[in-house]
Nanobody, 115 residues
Framework: QVQLVESGGGLVQPGESLRLSCVIS????????VAWYRQAPGKQREAVAI???????KYGTSVLGRFAIDKIIAKNTVILQMNNLKPEDSAVYFC?????????WGQGTQVTVSS
């Protein structure tokens, strides 16, 4: 069973940065795409950043230029670097990995941006 474990969430002030990590229990190169999604209370889950294995990374319009997704292949880890955080970025952030027709999700990590 594939497991994804996120970490790095927390409470920060507007304008600050956070770095989320997601460790995948299997070889990260076996997945056709890795991604980060988020879900705020009362809202639908939305894609934050999607990184296909063959390139063509895409970002949500609200985070473009502020967030960056990356992989540390040797550690089977997906990173989400979040800069210049805004209160509207507050949500539970989920790591996602796709292999063939299956999707795998982490348990989520809470990010709260508040002064």
């Amino acid at each position: 069973q594939v497991q994804l474990v996120e970490s790095g969430g927390g409470l920060v002030q507007p304008g600050e940065s956070l770095r989320l990590s997601c460790v995948i229990s299997e070889n990260i190169d076996d997945f056709s795409a890795v991604a980060w999604y988020r879900q705020a209370p009362g809202k639908q889950r939305e894609a934050v950043a999607i990184m296909p294995i063959h390139g063509g990374t895409k970002y949500g319009t609200s985070v473009l230029g502020r967030f960056a997704i990356d992989k540390i292949i040797a550690k089977n880890t997906v990173i989400l670097q979040m800069n210049n955080l805004k209160p509207e970025d507050s949500a539970v952030y989920f790591c996602n990995a796709v292999r063939y027709s299956s999707q795998y999700w982490g348990q989520g990590t809470q990010v709260t941006v508040s002064s």
